[in-house]
């Protein structure tokens, strides 16, 4: 089994699959926990970024996996090319605007 494909995105305080427009997940807090707005919306935005998470730290994985003695520089070559998207993975997941 595997999750709905991303990218997902918020819309009106709920997450959803932008290409499938399916619905995903919403943050109705929890019974006798106190969640403040802030802290709400930064759920909202990490659930909205697992699958760009997910995606860079499997490639990442991939990478090192793959990287042997004889041949170090592959994943440091892989390292230059998943940085801008792990950059954007984590941007997403933090809300904060940087380079994508």
């Known amino acids: 089994m595997s999750h709905t494909p991303g990218p997902w995105e918020i ?4 997450v959803y699959a932008a290409s499938a427009h399916r619905y ?3 943050h109705r807090g929890i019974d006798g ?3 403040t707005e802030e802290q709400r919306e930064a ?5 909205a970024a697992a699958p760009d998470l997910l995606a860079v ?3 990442l ?3 090192a996996e793959a990287t042997t003695d004889e041949s ?8 230059s090319e998943l940085g801008p998207r792990a ?3 984590l941007d997403k997941a933090l809300g904060e605007l940087g380079p994508s």
């Open 11 to 14: 819309v009106d305080g709920e």
């Open 33 to 35: 926990v106190n969640v």
């Open 57 to 59: 730290v499997r490639d």
């Open 43 to 47: 759920n909202l935005r990490l659930i």
């Open 61 to 63: 994985v991939t990478a």
């Open 87 to 89: 950059r954007g993975a």
């Open 72 to 79: 170090p520089g592959g994943f440091i070559e892989a390292l």
């Open 24 to 26: 995903i997940a919403e």
